[in-house]
């Protein structure tokens, strides 16, 4: 069937059935079924007062990661616009995470200033895991708009991972946020990488090496090597 801004609002209200929720298969096939309308379906998500059971906020978040590969910018935006406006926070998170798991278009037209300030609206809404990836989602069209911002996630998160005084688990926790928000970024691997020595202790640098992991950056395993030799 075709798509249509109906049949997305209609998905949305079927996928809140318990019925629905509970049942692998229907979810699944709701899932389907909102992948061909996922525009409509994710602007009814956005605009849900209630907070989503965990499985519907599973099934908003597949659906804006099929949204995330097949729409354009222009839409996306559209979308990060009216998630902005969304009264409720889960269901903001599941659309952010599912977005950011797709990969932007390389070249599109920089964000128009309205727009710009729409998404920083929603950005101050956010927590920094969630910050980090709506700028990973708009990074590419925004043309240096958000670079304040980032420089303040990617701050912040360095003073958690520095804290002598936090739990190994989170210090850990905020490499591996650290790398996934700077996933392209030669900089950030040396970053972390150059607070791993001899003196640091093992169970940390075990933790912050595997955090590495998550880069996305050609040059991981030659910075791996130099920093690193065996």
Request: no cysteine; proline share 7%.
């Amino acid at each position: 069937l075709p798509a249509s801004r109906e049949a997305g609002r209609q998905i949305f209200a079927y996928a809140q059935v318990d019925d629905v929720t509970g049942d692998r298969w229907l979810s699944d096939a709701v899932v389907a079924a909102a992948a061909n309308n996922s525009a409509s379906f994710l602007d009814a998500a956005a605009a849900a007062d209630a907070a989503p059971e965990p499985r519907l906020q599973q099934i908003v978040t597949a659906v804006a990661e099929h949204h995330g590969r097949t729409a354009s910018p222009r839409e996306i935006a559209a979308l990060l616009v009216a998630l902005g406006e969304s009264g409720q926070d889960a269901m903001i998170k599941g659309v952010i995470d599912g977005l950011a798991e797709a990969r932007p278009a390389e070249e599109a037209d920089p964000l128009p200033p309205d727009v710009q300030q729409s998404i920083r609206k929603l950005f101050r809404r956010l927590q920094p895991p969630a910050q980090g990836r709506l700028l990973k989602i708009v990074d590419r069209w925004s043309s240096g708009a958000f670079r304040e911002e980032a420089e303040q996630i990617a701050a912040a998160l360095l003073t958690q991972l520095d804290n002598e005084a936090m739990p190994t688990a989170e210090r850990i926790e905020a490499a591996r946020q650290f790398v996934l928000f700077a996933s392209m970024d030669d900089d950030a691997i040396r970053t972390l990488l150059s607070r791993i020595d001899p003196s640091t202790d093992p169970t940390l640098a075990e933790g912050w090496l595997s955090a590495l992991a998550a880069s996305e950056s050609p040059a991981l395993g030659e910075l791996l090597t130099d920093r690193l030799p065996s």
